[in-house]
């Protein structure tokens, strides 16, 4: 199986701040990777599926990068809406495995 | 786009429940589906997928043997039937579109507690 590391597990920060999240996958996985944006008592939203491709309706503040074992989402500007937890995900390949978690909390 | 699961409820470790998720706004049938869970204050766990037409299906392996994915493409739903429930099948389940879940639904919560 895949293991997906995310990190940091939470990190609190000011609006308007940039912030990186990053995602490790345990072997190359090519592109095949999405994040997720999750707010308390909600279901989790797609943000970006290939490892950087937007989903549709998702502000381009939100970008992805990386491709083969080491992926990042990047916030460029933090606003109020954005304290969420993100998570990101493998589907390469059976059984399809979830990062642990980032929690953005507010400063 | 809509997904609405339904069927979660409370139910003793070794009973049964079956969810439906009801596809709406998108063809149904071009997609693979998904059923991913999260126990409450945790992450989130995949649990099966099935593809368009119902010829592949796989599953985490701690459902294996208990659990069932199925689809009806006539009815645009989605199915899981859950045998042999256990406690720590205790979650929010959700359905979802394609392997990398490009959406999802509100969530159904199933209790298995005596």
């Known amino acids: 199986d895949i293991q997906m590391t995310q990190s940091p597990s939470s990190l609190s920060a000011s609006v308007g701040d940039r912030v990186t999240i990053t995602c490790r996958a345990s072997?190359?996985?090519?592109?095949?990777l999405a994040w997720f944006q999750q707010k308390p008592g909600k279901a989790p939203e797609s943000l970006i599926y290939?490892?950087?491709s937007l989903q549709s309706g998702v502000p381009s503040k939100f970008s992805g990068s990386g491709s083969g074992t080491d992926f990042t989402l990047t916030i460029s500007s933090l606003q109020p809406e954005d304290f969420a937890t993100y998570y990101c995900q493998q589907y390469i390949s059976y059984p399809l495995t979830f990062g642990g978690g980032t929690k953005v909390e507010i400063k | 786009v809509q997904l609405v699961e339904s069927g979660g409820g409370l139910v003793q470790p070794g009973g049964s429940l079956r969810l439906s998720c009801a596809a709406s706004?998108?063809?149904?049938?071009?997609?693979?589906m998904t059923w991913v869970r999260q126990t409450p204050g945790t992450g989130l766990e995949w649990v099966a997928s099935?593809?368009?037409?119902?010829?592949?299906?796989y599953y985490v392996d701690s459902v294996k043997g208990r659990f069932t994915i199925s689809r009806d493409n006539a009815k645009n739903s989605l199915y899981l039937q859950m045998d042999s429930l256990r406690a720590e099948d205790t979650a929010v389940y959700y359905c979802?579109?394609?392997?990398?879940?490009?959406?999802w639904g509100q969530g159904t919560l199933v209790t298995v507690s005596s």
């Open positions: 072997q190359s996985i090519s592109n095949y």
């Open positions: 099935i593809k368009q037409d119902g010829s592949q299906k």
């Open positions: 290939a490892a950087s």
């Open positions: 706004g998108f063809t149904f049938s071009s997609y693979w």
């Open positions: 979802a579109i394609s392997d990398f879940c490009v959406y």
